[in-house]
């Protein structure tokens, strides 16, 4: 399998709490529902699409914790996304989960590289990575994430936590396409490629 990430960002590189003002509290971020400020049709088309796709779904502890109290309350057939996320397989990266309540989910720790590597030789399509930031810088570094999507929208946040940190390792990213949607958010679809 392929393995994915989805992020949604700010221009200035904020991933935290995009979806509601109460999503995402931590460290007094009070700015959540950014992501929300340019609604757009054709970007939740493409959301719901993308994780329709996924054969499987990798979680930091974090968000499979949020989405589980949320996706995985909804019950089938009221929403494209929960449906996707209630029936396909789900990989929490975690060192203190032990009793993931929300089928059907697998706890990885451990050796992660190892268990993550195992996960993309198995045969399919993809594994996607949603949110879970710290998560996808790990991969990142780790040479594990095929393919990156970005969607940023148009808006500076001026706090919270970022995608990328102020300091980090060199990552260069190939852009293989990207698109624009019609309230001005904009998806570019990288692959690392070294630095």
Same mark, same amino acid.
């Given at each position: ?11 200035? !590189? #904020?991933?935290?709490?995009?979806? !509601? ?10 700015? !959540?529902?950014?992501?929300? +400020?340019?609604?757009? %049709? ?5 959301? +719901?699409?993308?994780?329709?796709? +996924? ?24 929403? @494209? ?13 975690? +060192? ?18 190892? @268990?993550? &590597? ?10 996607? #990575?949603?949110?879970?930031?710290? *998560?996808?810088?790990?991969? *990142?570094?780790? &040479? ?10 148009? #808006? #500076?946040? !001026?706090? %919270? ?28 679809? *990288?692959?690392?490629? %070294?630095?």
């Amino acid at each position: 399998m392929r393995l994915t990430s989805t992020t949604r960002v700010s221009l200035d !590189g #904020v991933m935290q709490g995009p979806g !509601g003002p109460q999503e995402d509290l931590r460290g007094g971020f009070e700015r !959540g529902g950014w992501g929300m +400020a340019h609604p757009d %049709g054709e970007v939740r088309e493409f959301i +719901a699409d993308l994780y329709a796709s +996924a054969d499987g779904f990798l979680f930091g502890r974090w968000t499979y914790e949020l989405f589980a109290g949320y996706w995985g309350a909804m019950q089938a057939g009221s929403h @494209a996304i929960a449906d996707s996320l209630n029936t396909r397989p789900k990989y929490v990266v975690s +060192a203190t989960l032990s009793d993931p309540r929300w089928a059907p989910s697998t706890v990885l720790s451990g050796d992660l590289a190892a @268990a993550i &590597g195992e996960l993309k030789a198995r045969p399919g399509g993809e594994l996607q #990575v949603h949110g879970s930031g710290r *998560l996808v810088r790990w991969l *990142l570094e780790n &040479g594990l994430i095929d393919e990156m999507n970005l969607l940023i929208v148009p #808006v #500076v946040v !001026g706090q %919270g936590v970022r995608l990328f940190p102020e300091s980090g390792p060199c990552t260069a990213l190939e852009l293989l396409h990207s698109r624009s949607f019609p309230q001005g958010t904009t998806l570019a679809v *990288l692959r690392p490629a %070294g630095c």
